[in-house]
């Protein structure tokens, strides 16, 4: 169990933890959560919305969260970390808009001001990818866990069913329920946010968008595949010359083999005399 073939998940696990950490020694927690009424109504500060994802301000969070995108390394390994990255990329810039503009604009006015604190972290984008996550992989094994001490009447036991996928819903799910009612509506809002990518919801030309592969590592040989391209193209025509000198070597060969009447005939001739 590594991070073979998903270099993406270990820079964000790295990522995530290293900011936390830093920014709880610095001691600047106080600028990655969002009080609506404070931050953005009174002193306009909106540039948070940009970095309120990038760290968690407990340590709880941090653990679960790095635990959470651990257990999904599997989805940039279906995908390839070009595409993968560009999700996160993608799913970040959506919820980072849409996560405090609907606690702003529509939460914050209906609950009277109650609902007014977003908290830190990456929850959105984590709830996007268990999306996906949901979607793909499919569950390896299935057990049920007993919910009487009688004994069966049926072939079947009353229970309720896990899967090995169950440990990471229930880690998401905690990671939702920290902070909430803040913590809820990101894990809503991201997990509506994969699934519309997932749904083609967004605009095609956005999920067919592509970061530039030097971003995830991709070293682009660009001399060496015109050369290989120019090598190829060489041994094609070189195949389809040897085909046709082929096809008329072998005529030549039929038409030298094949032989007129009189000629059969003066070879009798001349093999009795």
């Not at 931050?39 to 969070?61: G, K």
């Not at 606690?103 to 959105?124: D, K, M, Q, S, V």
Request: hydrophobic share 45%; net charge positive; charged share 15%.
């Amino acid at each position: 169990m590594s991070f073979t073939n998903a270099p993406v998940t270990r820079s964000l696990v790295y990522g995530l933890i290293g900011i936390s950490v830093a920014v709880s020694l610095l001691d600047i927690k106080h600028y990655f959560y969002i009080l609506v009424d404070l931050h953005l109504w009174q002193f306009h500060q909106t540039w948070r919305a940009l970095i309120y994802q990038l760290c968690y301000t407990n340590s709880s969070e941090v653990l679960f969260g790095a635990m959470t995108l651990y257990n999904m390394r599997a989805v940039e390994r279906m995908w390839g970390s070009r595409k993968f990255a560009t999700f996160i990329f993608v799913t970040s810039l959506f919820t980072s808009v849409l996560t405090p503009t609907i606690l702003a604009l529509f939460l914050r006015p209906l609950t009277l001001g109650l609902f007014n604190y977003l908290p830190a972290g990456p929850t959105p984008i984590i709830f996007a990818v268990l999306a996906q996550y949901h979607a793909m992989i499919p569950p390896i094994y299935k057990y049920k866990v007993a919910t009487s001490v009688s004994a069966p009447t049926d072939d079947q036991a009353q229970g309720i069913t896990f899967s090995d996928k169950s440990y990471r819903y229930l880690l998401a799910f905690q990671l939702a329920l920290f902070q909430w009612p803040g913590s809820l509506l990101g894990a809503l809002i991201g997990w509506l946010v994969g699934l519309s990518w997932r749904m083609e919801v967004l605009p095609r030309s956005l999920i067919r968008w592509r970061l530039p592969g030097w971003v995830v590592g991709m070293r682009t040989q660009r001399r060496s595949q015109e050369f290989e391209g120019l090598r190829r193209r060489l041994e094609g025509e070189g195949a389809s010359t040897a085909a046709a000198t082929g096809v008329q070597s072998q005529a030549d060969t039929e038409g030298g083999r094949r032989r007129t009447m009189g000629q059969q005939v003066m070879d009798q001739f001349r093999g009795a005399f």
